[in-house]
């Protein structure tokens, strides 16, 4: 069930009166059975046989985790049944995800050997949606146990639900159970403020799903299609708009899952705080798919020992930790390009000690507009960011490579026309307010309308459904970019 | 369950605000979005369709619009439904002493893609000397409506001087009998879709297909794929070749002043050998389609734009100048 569909717009009221009828009962193992129930419906729709695998991860982690604590209660470390866990979760991911990308890869690497085999191992699998998502929650669960951050639950229902909780089931955020298990576990009640909180980040996350990724998606879609025959003022064109897609797609969901979460009392963590104001490429891995950055500095970058080693581990560290998350992204080389080019772009950041000084702040914290140096900070990021969509978009790494060269060599300017003959000025005015609508709110990710008056309040609303009239485009697909992650 | 619900809003007044609250901004939004919608005019007018006393389905008399398709009023145009209930933009008066040419079709003739006054007749006219242009389009019309059309205002026709028939091959020939489309008329007459004329935001919505889901979940959906292969297997060229053989039969063709205006590319080529057979003239636009460099249709849609109009017209033109040479 897609957060932009109709069965969605029936189905998340009918649970959430369902839900808090049961809360004023004060049944809270019924309420949590029931979101379970409505989670594993929510994701069934797509393929109910992949449920059997949230199922078994789920089963695996709730008893890995009792184990570890039990383990750890009589002085051991419990580190082989936190293997168990990883070892399960990695397999269910290599398999479904990575079996065919490494029998592919291990086929071309022996054709460069001067051998040739033919490739009869790969499977036809089908990619389970969110698997990377919830292999990553229930990991961390394992590990925040092992490394004693948290105790184990003994609910088995509780469990389930944090591992099913369907707002953020299939693309995030990755929770960690210290945030998500413990309000799960806690009595929940009805909040006015919280409710109409999370109604507004459902309303900006569908405008950005809806107007800024879905609208500009065919002209992404066909400038990427055929860049091989266009000028490099188009591809610029492309991949720009690809940037602003691809946002628009992953913040637009984190932001409807957030604001659902908040519907039923549950606040889950900010996924994306206005990356596209990024002053260099470490804020920028600050702002974009937190959940999933702050994953691996826990998981991954801290146990390898993260920058409290010398400047060359470090180094390494920061390698590692962006050319896995490449890899996380997919099966294929050119997510892992992707995550290289990132670590290339962040480790001069790291080197001059810049990659924590914007921590704590946004761009022109103390005035309305940014300063020349701020502006141009933001830009050569977003170049940045953006030229590395091009690995991240490509089918293939060949592509990837020739859409570059083009890129320098065909350098002529040429007016783009889509053969649907779609009006270019419409978009371009809708992403510049767009991205001065968005620095005007840079402050706070989690109110989008923050305005005093109700008036001004209720005409942003208006506005922005009209713009889901106006670009509303019934032949793009709409799901969602991050459900093949 | 209703009581629980009932108990729920009672026992919870914050409950009671959010909804409240809730629905109170839904009807305002939707007021503000109606007002906005018909400030942009982003919604399209539909004239009001009949069937007159000589069976023929058009549309009512003098009535001025404008039709909008797709979003943001991507192609917006106006037209006029002239005496007869023919978009166009002068009167038709058939008479022997003038020089008059019937243009018959479907929605591509009908036109209110275009402007009225810009249309292929406009452009007909313009391009030529003492001719009148009597566009007889109707959304939908087939083959079999527009020999109706022709029989029914026989003495008109008589008086034309050529008459020219846009035909898609095979979907106008897809029925050997004409039957008046009674059905349809009712339901555009019915109460919901007068409300959806009504309520613009609701059109708007209708049209760009934003109800589609809606309509989807509500009515079961049907296999067209199923439908569209059974199709071409029940239907090949000879089905269609004998309901147009069946359709002559009923309604005969005076040869001497007719033509069919189709694209020979899109055209079955045992359609072609058929008519040349009966001695049918064919004026194909495909050739001028075929040499242009620019694009010959709409945007979301596929009706012709201003230079497909424009070669349909320059091809009408030649083979009206052609038939004169002795």
């Not at chain 1, 992204?329 to 914007?358: C, D, E, K, Q, S």
């Not at chain 2, 106006?78 to 058939?94: A, D, K, L, M, V």
Request: proline share 3%.
């Amino acid at each position: 069930m897609l957060f932009n569909s109709v069965e969605y717009l029936i189905f998340l009221p009918t649970v959430f009166i369902l839900y808090w009828i049961i809360g004023k009962f004060n049944l809270l193992k019924l309420q949590n059975g029931l979101i379970l129930v409505a989670s594993y419906f929510f994701y069934g729709l797509w393929d109910w046989r992949f449920l059997f695998l949230i199922l078994a991860s789920t089963i695996v982690d709730y008893l890995v985790g009792i184990a570890i604590h039990k383990k750890q209660g009589q002085g051991e470390k419990g580190k082989l049944f936190l293997w168990i866990s990883v070892i399960f979760n990695i397999s269910l991911l290599g398999f479904f995800k990575y079996y065919n990308f490494f029998v592919d890869s291990f086929v071309d690497m022996v054709s460069l050997f001067g051998y040739s085999i033919k490739s009869t191992w790969t499977l036809n699998i089908i990619l389970p949606v969110g698997i990377s998502f919830y292999t990553f929650q229930t990991m961390s669960y394992s590990l925040d146990i092992y490394y004693k951050r948290i105790k184990p639950t003994h609910k088995i229902l509780d469990f389930a639900t944090f591992v099913a909780f369907f707002p953020q089931l299939v693309a995030g955020p990755i929770e960690r159970a210290s945030n998500l298990l413990g309000q799960i576990t806690n009595k929940r009640s009805f909040k006015y403020e919280q409710s109409v909180e999370g109604l507004k980040l459902i309303l900006w996350g569908l405008f950005k799903k809806m107007v800024i990724a879905d609208g500009i998606a065919p002209i992404v879609d066909d400038i990427f299609a055929n860049y091989g025959t266009l000028p490099s003022s188009t591809l610029i064109l492309g991949v720009t708009f690809f940037s602003f897609q691809v946002y628009g797609d992953f913040s637009g969901y984190s932001d409807i899952a957030i604001g659902t979460a908040k519907l039923f009392g549950i606040e889950l963590m900010s996924n994306f705080k206005f990356p596209n104001f990024s002053r260099n490429v470490a804020e920028y891995w600050q702002r974009w798919h937190v959940s999933l950055s702050t994953w691996f500095r826990h998981y991954l970058y801290i146990p390898l020992g993260g920058s409290r080693v010398s400047k060359l581990k470090s180094i390494r560290n920061i390698s590692i930790i962006f050319l896995v998350s490449g890899f996380w992204h997919g099966a294929n080389w050119t997510f892992i390009f992707w995550g290289g080019f990132h670590a290339l772009a962040y480790i001069p950041v790291f080197l001059m000690g810049r990659n924590t000084i914007y921590k704590d702040n946004v761009v022109a914290e103390n005035s309305v507009f940014p300063s020349f140096i701020e502006i141009g900070q933001l830009v050569l990021t977003f170049i940045i960011v953006t030229f590395s969509r091009i690995f991240f978009r490509s089918e293939s790494l060949t592509d990837s490579f020739v859409f570059i060269k083009r890129l320098f060599t065909e350098f002529q300017w040429e007016p783009y026309h889509h053969p649907m003959g779609y009006r270019m000025i419409d978009y371009y005015i809708l992403l510049a307010a767009f991205v001065l609508y968005e620095f005007r709110i840079r402050r706070d990710e989690r109110s989008p309308f923050k305005f005093k008056s109700p008036i001004v309040r209720f005409c942003a609303y208006t506005l922005v459904i009209f713009c889901i009239l106006l670009f509303f485009d019934d032949g793009v697909d709409r799901s969602f970019i991050y459900f093949q992650f | 369950m209703m009581a629980w619900i009932v108990r729920l809003f009672i026992s919870n007044s914050d409950m009671i605000k959010l909804f409240l609250k809730i629905s109170i901004y839904f009807f305002l939004i939707c007021l503000a979005l109606e007002l906005l919608v018909r400030a942009f005019h982003l919604y399209p007018e539909d004239s009001p369709r009949f069937i007159d006393e000589m069976g023929v389905e058009k549309r009512v008399p003098n009535y001025n619009g404008f039709s909008v398709t797709g979003n943001r009023r991507q192609n917006f145009s106006e037209y006029h439904i002239n005496n007869q209930g023919f978009n166009s933009y002068r009167e038709f008066e058939p008479s022997y002493d003038k020089n008059e040419l019937a243009l018959i079709g479907d929605s591509y003739i009908q036109g209110f893609h275009q402007n009225y006054y810009n249309s292929i007749g406009k452009k007909i006219e313009d391009r030529t000397k003492d001719l009148e242009v009597y566009e007889y389009g109707y959304a939908g019309w087939d083959l079999a409506d527009q020999l109706h059309l022709i029989n029914a205002y026989k003495e008109d026709f008589s008086k034309i001087d050529h008459i020219v028939i846009y035909m898609k091959y095979p979907m106008d020939l897809e029925r050997s009998t004409y039957e008046e489309n009674k059905g349809r008329i009712k339901l555009l007459n019915s109460t919901s879709f007068k409300i959806r004329d009504n309520i613009k935001l609701l059109y708007y919505a209708s049209q760009i297909g934003l109800l589609e889901p809606i309509k989807n979940l509500l009515v079961e959906k049907k296999d067209t794929e199923d439908i569209q292969e059974n199709k071409t297997n029940t239907n090949p060229d000879s089905l269609y070749l004998a309901n147009f053989d069946k359709l002559l039969a009923t309604y005969p063709l005076n040869k001497s002043k007719t033509s069919l205006l189709l694209d020979k590319r899109n055209t079955s080529p045992l359609f072609l050998d058929h008519c040349n057979k009966l001695g049918i003239d064919i004026i194909d636009f495909g050739e001028n389609f075929e040499i242009t460099k620019k694009p010959v249709t709409l945007i979301y849609d596929k009706h012709w734009n201003n230079n497909g109009r424009t070669l349909v017209a320059k091809s009408i033109i030649a083979h009206l100048k052609l038939a004169k040479q002795p």
